[in-house]
Structures are given as structure tokens and as C-alpha cells.
């Protein structure tokens, strides 16, 4: 590669908009359907990898210039809400309901369900209630309506805190009138039929899911998640005309998008490509998927709660003179984007194991490294406290400034890279690279006691290092701050 060349096309990166991220010439409509927690228990742990992965492929389709549509498809239907609904109307704790409320519903289902398994009677009248809210009863649906309404509002500050957003919440209950209709046409099209009393999708001509049939009414008339599913593909299809639908859902359910395809594919129900996009667990220190000591599910809340609390106390031990209140800001943005970026630089498909110790670590491909990266290029140019003509030629005589130069051209191919699997690991290493690129630059090339014109070359490569830092990790969901 010739120098010269080098240098022109990195001063014509620094001045595009879209820092050098081609932009599709067929732009898709992509639907990303991810998060998908339940209405009426806390958000856990388990679901960071949905929420974090799903929003982080958004924002890399929407950089390279796709129509998105983010879908929260929430579980906000089915046989649990009777059994919240008859602890709601027989156990009720007003007091706890109004200073927990997620608390308390969460209390009502183990304590029925508890009941309904020691208790038939229970368990036949908590699926009266199901029975009831699915026939529209006025009393179950107010108060479903509350367990939605209380939901939502711990969704939304949940989201809030990891700055996720959707273009749509669209749960399962969106759905309920589609469902006998979904049934009926699977039967015409002679792709369901009978067994047992229950509804089944067979695929018998596939030796993988011969003994596998998608269940799709059970006996007692009731639907399932397929029948949903199902659905929502329809609906996607003649609503948001999608050309690919991406569902961001761990690897367990990997037989049930198997199933769900299939069946959408032979009663051609849309001709979107649909992908499931797998993901592995979040492990403890054993090996066994992360939970609490006495061996629940870690809530959300607190684990975001511990990781500003972590960081905070890095912020005032790195630099106590900083105003308190931009502590607390830069703790925020450091302790979400560590967790953030702890999963997403791990290979989507495997399990990792959760380490404050490492994802917290001002050295090696971590966020806080990151952002300190950025935070050192942007005092870099505060202090230099000119500007520099960001038209003129690059001067890349130093093996360093070119190395650093061709490196940052590479920007728009680990976005394309992290777009080809939906695996944003790519970019993680890609920026982890850049900031290291960065480091030897800078040692090897003084920036502020130069002479022109190396100074305004030297300070442009600097503004582009800091542009792709910044852009790269806002691709990722992660927040730069200028001071750390």
C-alpha cells in the first residue's frame, strides 16, 4: 500500500459521515425481536444477553443504512396469569403491592403455584381464572391490566438505565384473536391435525423432528407459544412487509424455531428469511449458570445497581478530584458499559463466565480500557487548543502513524464482519486493536510539541481514532464520556 494512498483515504474517512461503514444499496426490513421478558416477575440477569445483543444488531443494521423494526415481544399471556390472578383475589398484600409491586406479584405466582401442585382444586380454579381473562371477564382484565401497567413501569427503567429502546411492545396478548384463525388455516392447508385431543404440527418427512410435532392447541382448547408465534409472523408480514426477521433468543429454544420455521415455511406465511439468533449462558464462577446464594435468578436492577456501585469506587480511587456529580455520571456509563461490553466481545454462541474483576479492568479488551481511550484522545485535543485544517494531505512517514492510519480504514469492515453472523464480537476487537494502535502511536509520535505541519496530521489521525472509538462503541449501546 502506498503511503500517499493511506493518507487520502483516511482524510476522506475523518470528513465522512458514516466514517468509512458502507451503506446497504438494497436497504432490508429487518425486524429484531428481542429482551421479551415476562409481565409480572422481575428482569434477571438472564435477560442481558437478548436485550444488549438484539439492541446492539439494531444499531449496526441501522448504521449500514437497513430499515429496522425493534419488537419487545412481551410474555404477557397464558395459564401464569390465572395463577397470579387467584393469588391476587385470595392473597393479596395491598402494603407490599404498593412498595413492591413486581415483589408482590411475583409472591402471588409461587405461592399458587405452589398451592396447585399439592392442591387440584387450587389448580383447577387457577386455570378457571386463565379461562375467564381469555373470555374477556371485565374483573381478570383490570387486573391483568395493573400487572401490565406495573410491568412497563420496571421494563421502562430497566431500558432506561441500559438506553434500550423499541419501536414496538407487542406481547403475545396482542395476538389472542388470531389464534383459533392460525389453527383453522393449518388444518385447511392439511399441515395440523389431531392427536390426543391436542392440535399438532407433524414433520414426519424430517428425520431431525419425525418425533418432535409443534404443539399447537392442547386438549383443553388453549393455545401455545408456536400458535403465537406464528402469529406475530403473519402479522409482520402484512404489516411491516419484512425481508428478514431476526429473533434474538437464547440457544435452548433452538427446537422451537426449528418447528416455528419449518411451519411457517409450508404454510407460506411470509417470505421474510427468518434466523434465530442463538446465544449462550451467563455462568457463575462454578460453571453453572449465574444465580444468587440462596439460588435464585440475579435481578437486573441489582446487578446494574452493583456495577455503577463498582465503578464509582474505581472513578473517586482514579481520580478524586473530579466533581462528585460527574462521578456518579461517569460511574453510570462506565458500570452499564462494562457489562454490555463483557458479553458482547464474548462469541454470541458460547457461554461465559461473569467476573467484575475483569469486565471492570482499566487494561486489556474491556470497556472501561475503551473509554479511556477516548477520554485520552479528547484531552489530547482540548490541550492542543487549536484546530487544524481537517483538509489537508496526512503526513504517514512514521511507521506508526501508518500503521494506525490503514487500521482505521478497516472500520467499515468489522462492522461488515460483526453483520455477516449477527456476531458484534468482531467490532469489540476490532476497537479493543484500534485503541492499542493508538497507544504505540502516540508514544512513537508526539502530538502537541510537534511543528506544522506533522501537528495538524498528527491531531487529524488523532480525531479519527476518537470519531471511530466513539461510533464504534455507540454501535454497541455503550456511552462515551469525556472525562473518567
Known sequence: LKRESVAEFAALQLQDPHLGIAQAENPRTVVVDFSSPNVAKPMHVGHIRSTVLGDAVARLLRSAGHNVITDNHLGDWGTQFGKIIYGWKHHLDQENLAKDPIGEMERLYKLVNAQSESDEAIADAARAETAKLQNGDAENKAIWDQLREYSQEQFDEMYGRLNVNFDYTLGESFYNDELAGVVEDLQQRGLAKGSDGAMIVPFDDIPALADKPLLIQKRDGSFLYGTTDLATIKYRQNEWHANEILYVVDARQSLHFQQLFETSKRANYTNATLRHISFGSILGDDGTPIKTRSGESVKLRDLLDEAESRALEIVQEKNAALDPEIQKQVAKAVGIGAIKYADLSQNRVSDYIFSWERMLAMQGNTAPYLMYAYVRIRSIMRQSESTFDAGKVLL?????????????????????????????????????????????????????????????????LCQLTADILQRGLGLLGIETVEQM
Not at 501508518?402 to 472500520?411: G, I, S, V, Y
Not at 462492522?415 to 502516540?442: E, I, M, N, W
Open 396 to 460: 504517514l512517514e512514521e511507521d506508526a502513524a501508518f500503521e494506525l492510519a490503514k487500521f482505521a480504514l478497516r472500520f467499515g469492515e468489522a462492522v461488515g464482519r460483526s453483520l455477516k453472523d449477527y456476531r458484534p464480537t468482531a467490532l469489540c476487537a476490532y476497537l479493543f486493536h484500534l485503541a492499542q494502535k493508538f497507544t504505540t502511536f502516540y508514544d512513537a509520535c508526539p502530538v502537541r510539541s510537534s511543528e506544522e505541519p506533522l501537528r495538524s496530521s498528527r491531531l487529524q
